[in-house]
């Protein structure tokens, strides 16, 4: 049982009895997590889950009844009694035997005799006719032969379809007694009944649609599931030939082919939708699926219709080809139509189409259908028809699901820039609708919490602290004290901090200290009193040994976790190392003086380019390369300086080797990059003044007029400034500080050229505006750097020196002017804009501005080689 389905069957109980459903915090997913660990959070999750119902439910006297239940490992989940005086009882149906530990268990038994009978003649409509004494023994000697309630509904469906009751009583018990002698289940006699229901010149059509039917339509924890008849019949329509049709009287409709399938007992319906009846219904189609000729009969000639000749008869090739198929054909008869973005406005809702047709085409293996299913997932109209059909808030957990399956199918690097892209762009029309939709305001808060918990989950710091942000806004004007902290608390513990190095003698509380100290220090000791290893055996070893798991003493619970990867250039990326759940701790051993990790690869700890300075954050580098100059460059970084050297003090805390002073703490960045419409953004109060007193141009040195000089005060922040923080020394030649959000009063004095924005001291411009290497969403540090070879100047646009300064005071890198600098605080963000400045930031981050450029590999060389001396 996965949590989703858990949490609707709690909330079900809930809606049943009328009432409050108590808040499930979902499992933290983190994308780094392997599957074992996923499961490991989702049972955790489950557990408090459970907790919560069992605490609402302890003081009332409740039946809950569960029929049929097929799992064994589902039966502990829904037994929520938690004390023995409690007046809770569960009463459940099941065909599973043992296991039921202090439970009361009554054996029913089979159907005896006469009910097996009376059920037949029920299900046969004869319940009304007298019947002969010829017909009463056939029907005595039919029911002995089904021992499932199931199976005598379907050999009761069978004589009811017969006009010769006599004969159909009596060809049905002749059958049974030849094929059924040698059956020793059931299970077997019910599908061997089944089978022969198929019969006469419609069989492999019926059989066909209902093999279609019960493979196709599922949910995505392939349970059984309602189902329109509008969309079912669109499946029929695509995959059966004319023949079929005039076989099954169907002219006029495939409908009445699910009516059929009713009649014959294999289909459930409640109105106007229809479900596979029974768990071993599905089981039946499983087991035709599973014969390669049975598959080849039902669906090549079929598949042809619809098919090229070669892709029919590749389909029924294998299982999972034949699956991959019937979602392809479903898709493409719901989409056959639109073609066009208006379409969508004109397109029936069935109940269905809206909800599940990016799952269907994700489902297929196709690759054009992952192309459409893309489409789909961008379209405003789509989006907007989906948010109409299921209300937002479903429809933003259908639509995560929907990416979270997109992303798992997008495995080479371009699927994932084209995933990232489509995730931007459908989040971008749903944030859109919650705004203008009109829905209550603490459902707008759970959307914007939904939403920030898919992206804290991948590491996307700035859309999930805006979310946040914007969630904690929509409660606290309705004056929803609960959902304010409860976003607080939400956003603390999973607002999953980056490292960075302080001075020792800080008094910070977030000063990571480890829990298995003496194992590590113990390494370290052991490596040092031996030689150097290779790089090869290094390699080898870090690999296969489990390592030890970096958990904190100084936050319980919580450990070192990678965030997802990023990548400098082609052979070498990095993790940033965050503190996160300690299900998700990185594993590291000492090895050759540096701490490799034990996830694959080669990798090691390291403190970034500024050779151990304070500010410098934590990584977790992975480095494969072939190119020989690459490899002479990185190993001269990661192999030959300082930014690897790192060790485990008695305290358990975490230092460069060669800068004791220094220790690792959990801080969060000061800026992130976030969308140029976002509320969090930074506005320069003096951006205009920047922007119309610019300066020809400006140079390291340069001296500049004091009427061209102006302040980093915020408008959006007041009383605030852009500052001074700690200094970095990346080279001999190359140095400046990191930048910080601080009080008005230390704010630093700027000059703008148009281009590039340079701070300014004693009338000359010493330092000049940049940003991290290798922009992305999580985090962006602002520098103040300073080179004495002006090497960098060279190329300033591949550095981050070139600046668009917005017309609405905002302050966007030129190579991402869709973006802005921005900075997150979930209780305390002051939004100082007009409505005027609102629309104009609105519209100014939908143009896209210029190609978005990223680093040549020239520059890449370049760069290495400046940051190694």
Same mark, same amino acid.
């Given at each position: 049982m996965t949590y989703d389905v858990y949490v609707d069957f709690l909330e079900s109980i809930c809606n049943q009895l009328d009432l409050e459903v108590p808040t499930f915090n979902e499992p933290i997913v983190l994308a780094a997590d392997s599957s074992s660990i996923r499961r490991q959070k989702e049972q955790a999750a489950m557990e408090a889950a459970k907790y919560a119902m069992c605490r609402l439910l302890s003081d009332r006297h409740i039946l809950i009844v569960l029929d049929d239940v097929w799992s064994r490992s589902a039966i502990p989940w829904l037994n929520l009694s938690n004390r023995l005086d409690s007046h809770l009882r569960v009463l459940l149906s099941t065909r599973l035997l043992g296991g039921f530990r202090k439970a009361k268990i009554i054996d029913v038994g089979t159907l005896s005799l &006469?009910?097996? #009978?009376? $059920? $037949?003649?029920? @299900? /046969?409509? +004869?319940?009304?006719?007298?019947? %002969? =004494?010829? @017909?009463e023994s056939l029907a005595v000697d039919i029911a002995k032969r089904c021992s499932l309630p199931i199976a005598i509904c379907i050999a009761g469906r069978r004589l009811s379809s017969s006009n010769n009751r006599y004969e159909s009583f009596r060809e049905l018990a002749n059958e049974m007694t030849d094929a059924f002698a040698l059956q020793i289940d059931s299970q077997g006699t019910m599908f061997d009944l089944t089978d022969r229901c198929f019969s006469g010149v419609s069989g492999e059509s019926l059989k066909a649609s209902f093999v279609a039917f019960a493979v196709t339509f599922a949910t995505n924890e392939g349970k059984r599931a309602f189902v329109p008849a509008a969309a079912a019949t669109k499946l029929l329509d695509a995959l059966l030939l004319p023949k079929d049709m005039t076989d099954l009287a169907c002219v006029n409709g495939t409908v009445l082919i699910l009516q059929q399938l009713h009649d014959m007992g294999l289909l459930e319906r409640q109105g106007d939708m229809f479900k596979v009846r029974h768990e071993l219904g599905k089981e039946y189609a499983k087991q035709i699926m599973s014969d390669q000729r049975e598959r080849a009969i039902l669906f090549t000639k079929r598949f042809s219709r619809t098919f090229e000749?070669? &892709?029919?008869?590749? /389909?029924?090739?294998?299982? @999972?080809?034949?699956? %991959?198929a019937l979602h392809l054909l479903f898709a493409r008869e719901c989409t056959s139509e639109i073609s066009i973005e208006s379409h969508w406005q004109a397109v029936a809702d069935d109940g269905y189409i809206f909800e599940r047709l990016p799952w269907h085409l994700l489902s297929s293996t196709h690759q054009k259908s992952h192309l459409?299913? #893309? %489409? =789909? $997932? +961008?379209s405003p109209s789509f989006l907007k028809r989906r948010v109409g059909a299921m209300g937002m808030l479903p429809c933003i957990k259908a639509h995560i699901n929907d990416m979270e399956m997109l992303g798992g199918k997008s495995h080479t690097k371009k699927e994932q820039a084209r995933f990232q892209r489509t995730a931007d762009t459908s989040f971008e029309v749903i944030l859109d609708y919650i705004s203008t939709e009109g829905i209550t305001p603490q459902d707008t808060g759970r959307a914007y919490m939904m939403l920030a918990l898919y992206f804290q989950q991948h590491f996307r710091f700035s859309h999930a602290m805006e979310m946040y942000s914007r969630a904690h806004a929509s409660f606290q004007r309705e004056g929803l004290v609960e959902e304010v902290e409860w976003v607080k608390k939400r956003a603390e513990k999973i607002a999953f901090k980056p490292l960075c190095l302080v001075p020792k003698s800080t008094s910070l509380e977030d000063i990571i200290r480890f829990d298995r100290v003496p194992m590590l220090l113990a390494q370290q000791e052991h490596a040092a009193s031996e030689e150097e290893h290779t790089d090869t055996d290094t390699n080898s070893h870090a690999s296969a040994d489990a390592g030890i798991k970096l958990t904190l003493s100084s936050h319980p619970g919580m450990a070192l976790c990678r965030s997802e990867k990023r990548q400098h250039f082609p052979g070498l990326g990095f993790h940033n190392l965050v503190i996160g759940p300690a299900e998700s701790a990185v594993s590291v051993r000492y090895d050759g003086g540096r701490f490799m990790g034990c996830h694959g690869g080669r990798s090691c700890l390291t403190s970034g380019a500024s050779r151990g300075g304070e500010g410098d954050m934590l990584h977790l580098a992975i480095y494969r390369y072939n190119n020989k100059t690459f490899s002479r460059t990185i190993d001269k970084i990661y192999e030959k300086t300082t930014t690897s050297d790192l060790i485990v003090n008695e305290d358990g805390s975490m230092s460069p080797r060669s800068r004791r002073d220094l220790v690792f703490a959990a801080r969060l960045p000061h800026f992130f990059l976030v969308k140029r419409d976002s509320p969090c953004r930074l506005i320069f109060k003096h951006g205009n003044d920047l922007q119309t007193n610019q300066v020809p141009s400006i140079s390291q040195d340069c001296t500049v007029s004091r009427d061209k000089i102006f302040s980093g005060e915020l408008l959006s922040h007041s009383g605030s400034a852009i500052c001074h923080d700690v200094e970095v020394k990346a080279t001999s030649k190359v140095s400046g500080d990191q930048m910080r959000f601080g009080d008005v009063s230390d704010s630093i004095q700027f000059v703008y050229d148009g281009k590039m924005l340079a701070a300014v001291i004693d009338g000359k411009c010493k330092y000049f505006l940049t940003k991290a290497l290798g922009v992305g969403d999580a985090t962006t540090n602002l520098y103040l750097v300073r080179d004495e070879s002006k090497a960098i100047f060279k190329n300033p646009f591949e550095f981050g020196l070139h600046w668009i300064i917005n017309d609405d005071g905002s302050l966007s890198p030129a190579e991402y002017p869709t973006h802005a600098i921005g900075i997150y605080c979930v209780s305390s963000t002051e939004l100082m804009l007009t409505d005027e400045q609102q629309v104009l930031a609105k519209s100014a981050a939908k143009r896209r501005v210029g190609k978005r450029r990223g680093p040549s590999i020239k520059h890449n060389l370049r760069f290495l080689r400046l940051i190694s001396g």
């Open positions: &006469q009910e097996a #009978r009376t $059920l $037949l003649i029920h @299900e /046969s409509g +004869c319940q009304h006719a007298a019947l %002969s =004494i010829e @017909e000749k070669k &892709q029919a008869t590749k /389909s029924t090739k294998c299982v @999972e080809a034949l699956v %991959s459409l299913a #893309r %489409s =789909i $997932l +961008c």
